[in-house]
């Protein structure tokens, strides 16, 4: 069974930083794309980053482009969302996901992370 535990959130400051992990389990880490995603209440979710493991690609979409950088750390099954910059509107519970398909397929994501909580003052 694929396990996805989210760390590393909190209450920052407009124009801090934080820096997210999440921690794989139950599969092999190299055969995965891990994405990040965001929602915030009342909102949909939406697509942040995401990393194929096999070959080190990264895709970032355009809410936090220039803004975060996505890394792994495969040795350790985790991977990495450093967030730059923070402004009020990216609170959001971030979580993450997995999948062996397209990583554009938000249908292909089958394993979640319970998500953690990001919340920046203003």
């Known amino acids: 069974e694929v396990q996805l535990v989210e760390s590393g959130g909190g209450l920052v400051q407009a124009g801090g930083s934080l820096r997210l992990s999440c921690t794989a389990s139950?599969?092999?880490?190299?055969?995965?794309?891990i994405a990040w995603f965001r929602q915030a209440p009342g909102k949909e979710r939406e697509g942040v980053a995401c990393?194929?493991?096999?070959?080190?690609?990264?895709y970032y979409a355009d809410s936090m482009k220039g803004r975060c950088t996505i890394s792994s750390d495969n040795a350790k099954n985790t991977v990495f969302l450093q967030m730059d910059s923070l402004k009020p509107e990216d609170t959001a519970v971030y979580l993450c996901?997995?999948?062996?398909?397209?990583?554009?397929?938000?249908?292909?994501?089958?394993?979640w992370g319970q998500g953690t909580q990001v919340t920046v003052s203003s």
């Open positions: 139950g599969l092999t880490f190299e055969d995965y794309t």
């Open positions: 996901a997995a999948t062996t398909g397209l990583f554009s397929d938000y249908l292909s994501y089958n394993s």
């Open positions: 990393i194929v493991n096999r070959n080190g690609t990264t």
